[in-house]
Nanobody, 124 residues
Framework: QVHLWESGGGSVQAGGSLKLSCASSGYRASTYCMAWFRQGTGKEREGVATIATNGATTYADSVKGRFTISQDSAKNTLYLQMNSLEPEDSAMYYC??????????????????RGQGTQVTVSS
């Protein structure tokens, strides 16, 4: 059973940075797709970034060049470095996982495991 716990959310002003972390247990990073997705109030769930078992990453167009996904396999921890934050980035952020050694889609509904989320609020 995969367990995921997000942390690092908070309130920042536009242009600021936050780094989200997702601690996990019950899986091996070498066999899982990992991802971050978000859901703002009244908005659709949106895939933000993914990282595959070979380290390949994908990003939503809205965050390219500003967000970076990474993971520390030894610590079983996934990260999302968020820079140049905009009010439109305000949302609950979730990490997600699915057993797969192939490419990892941005579709948040594809993932079978997710955490409880951490809130990010960006003020203008």
């Amino acid at each position: 059973q995969v367990h995921l716990w997000e942390s690092g959310g908070g309130s920042v002003q536009a242009g600021g940075s936050l780094k989200l972390s997702c601690a996990s247990s019950g899986y091996r990073a070498s066999t899982y797709c990992m991802a971050w997705f978000r859901q703002g109030t009244g908005k659709e769930r949106e895939g933000v970034a993914t990282i595959a078992t070979n380290g390949a990453t994908t990003y939503a167009d809205s965050v390219k060049g500003r967000f970076t996904i990474s993971q520390d396999s030894a610590k079983n921890t996934l990260y999302l470095q968020m820079n140049s934050l905009e009010p439109e980035d305000s949302a609950m952020y979730y990490c997600a996982a699915r057993l797969s050694t192939y490419s990892c889609p941005l579709d948040p509904w594809w993932y079978t495991n997710r955490g409880q989320g951490t809130q990010v609020t960006v003020s203008s």
